[in-house]
């Protein structure tokens, strides 16, 4: 029973198919939305020893699809595309498809009819698009990317994946796939995604930059502060020595006026004792400035750049990615353990 149903479905297929072509075969057509003039697009597009050759492979090809050698009939039908760019030649090929289990060329080469638009017919512009519509309802899924770096080049499956009118959004079998982003100077970013027929997901592809970092201990002014303190300090112990040599010079002055004659005595003066405080304080500042600048300098040895790499995010345990079908919306997710 299912096998007579089956061949009442292809004789319907291939009765669409020569209704195409019937002008040009002298065939009775079976839907007068399908009954081509002649002046369409693809006609001019192709000579006539192309299209009579594209007619014979045609009608070879509906016999083949009509005994269910499936095989057979999509060679016959791609040599006659190849033959003549023809929309109703793709849509006969893209029904053998889907009988084979390709469902993605199937959609490929309806979609690729669809761009003879109003030449179509009425009749088979709307049955382009429901197959379509059918196709991508239940046997097909869609995966679309989101976030994604500017100038990263994508991979879907480990193919190269070119957006299309800016957008990355493609058509898979139902099943996991595997989305992946590099760019130099990035890490590479790859996401495992499954969907099933009928349902869309966006992945998020978050790229993190790889690039060398220059890192200190302490900011760059901390260990030149110290040398700089250092040598302040010295400044003021080079200030009061200076001042200890004046006052010693002076006591020696009053001291050589006071004392003319041989007899005269040394007397202790005041300015003595405070050159001598000076002095002392000056050898303090010098040995504290040392201390400082020694620290300071070695501090600045220590603060030196140290260069090393960013590394990217850590994957996070739990990835959830939004899945949307025609009746819901829901998340898959991706644990790692």
């Not at 006609?43 to 299209?51: C, D, T």
């Not at 590479?188 to 869309?200: D, E, I, N, S």
Request: glycine residues 6%; proline residues 5%; charged residues 25%.
């Amino acid at each position: 029973m299912e096998s007579a149903t089956r061949y009442r479905r292809i004789r319907t297929v291939a009765a669409a198919g020569l209704a195409a072509l019937g002008l040009v075969l002298g065939l009775p057509t079976a839907h007068a939305e399908v009954t081509r003039t002649g002046s369409e697009p693809w006609y001019r597009q192709a000579s006539a020893e192309a299209r009579q050759r594209a007619e014979s492979l045609f009608a070879q090809a509906v016999a083949k699809h009509q005994q269910f050698l499936r095989g057979d009939a999509l060679a016959l039908y791609e040599q006659a595309l190849a033959q003549w760019d023809n929309p109703d030649i793709q849509w006969n090929l893209a029904l053998v498809l889907e009988d084979l289990g390709q469902y993605l060329r199937a959609h490929q080469e309806l979609e690729g009819a669809l761009r003879w638009e109003a030449s179509l017919g009425a009749e088979r512009l709307r049955e382009v698009r429901e197959r379509m519509r059918a196709l991508e309802m239940q046997r097909l899924a869609r995966i679309a990317t989101a976030r994604e770096e500017p100038g990263a080049e994508i991979k879907l499956d480990g193919e190269p994946w070119l957006p299309r009118a800016g957008r990355r959004s493609a058509l898979v079998l139902p099943g996991e796939h595997y989305l992946a982003a590099s760019k130099p100077g990035y890490f590479t970013v790859t996401r495992p995604v499954y969907v099933k027929a009928g349902q869309a997901a966006r992945v998020a592809l978050p790229m993190d930059e790889d690039r060398l970092l220059e890192t200190r201990r302490w900011t760059v002014w901390k260990p030149w502060a110290v040398v700089g303190a250092g040598i302040a300090v010295a400044a003021v112990g080079a200030a009061l020595e200076r001042r200890s040599f004046a006052d010693r010079e002076a006591a020696a002055t009053k001291e050589r006026a006071r004392c003319q004659g041989p007899a005269c005595e040394p007397s202790r003066m005041d300015i003595y004792d405070r050159a001598d405080v000076e002095h002392r304080l000056a050898i303090g500042a010098f040995a504290a400035s040392g201390a400082a600048l020694a620290a300071g300098l070695a501090l600045a040895w220590r603060n030196q750049p140290r260069a090393h790499r960013t590394e990217a995010r850590p994957p996070s345990r739990i990835e959830l990615t939004p899945v949307l079908s025609l009746h819901r919306a829901e998340f898959t997710a991706l644990v790692r353990f």
